[in-house]
C-alpha cells in the first residue's frame, strides 16, 4: 500500500509561485512514476504532469509547459511541483498520484494511488 500526503498549496496572487510536495509511505518509491493531476471547480480532473522513477523524464500537459516544473528525491520519497507564473485558470485541488509505469501518462486510470490533494487559489 502507498500513502500519498500532498502540501504546500495555498492562496497567492496571479504571476506568483507556489511548489507543490508530495510525500509518499513506501519502500518502493524509487519504482514508481509519479504523477500531478488537479480539479477545479465545477470541472473534470485533469493531468498536469508525471516523472519517471528516475527523474530523468518527465511530461506536462500543454497548459503548464514552461510554467511548471515537476522534480523528485528519491531519498526523501518525495515529488515537487514548482509552480511559476501563476494564473487564476490555475485554482483546483492539487492531487498527488502514482502509478507503476511511466506509460500511465495522462489515463487516471493507470494511477493506483492517490493523495487527498491541496488547494492551490490564485488571484487576480
Known amino acids: 500500500q502507498v500513502q500519498l500526503v500532498e502540501s504546500g498549496g495555498g492562496l497567492v496572487q496571479a504571476g506568483g509561485s507556489l511548489r507543490l510536495s508530495c510525500a509518499a509511505s513506501?519502500?518502493?518509491?524509487?519504482?514508481?512514476?509519479l504523477g500531478w493531476f488537479r480539479q477545479a471547480p465545477g470541472k473534470e480532473r485533469e493531468f498536469v504532469s508525471q516523472?519517471?522513477?528516475?527523474?530523468?523524464?518527465?511530461y506536462y500537459a500543454d497548459s503548464v509547459k514552461g510554467r511548471f516544473t515537476i522534480s523528485r528525491d528519491n531519498t526523501k520519497n518525495t515529488v515537487y511541483l514548482q509552480m511559476n507564473s501563476l494564473k487564476p485558470e490555475d485554482t483546483a485541488v492539487y492531487y498527488c498520484?502514482?502509478?507503476?509505469?511511466?506509460?500511465?501518462?495522462?489515463?487516471?486510470?493507470?494511477?493506483?494511488?492517490w493523495g487527498q490533494g491541496t488547494q492551490v487559489t490564485v488571484s487576480s
Open positions: 498520484a502514482a502509478a507503476a509505469s511511466f506509460r500511465a501518462r495522462l489515463t487516471e486510470s493507470n494511477y493506483s494511488y
Open positions: 513506501t519502500r518502493t518509491f524509487s519504482s514508481l512514476a
Open positions: 516523472i519517471s522513477w528516475s527523474g530523468s523524464n518527465t
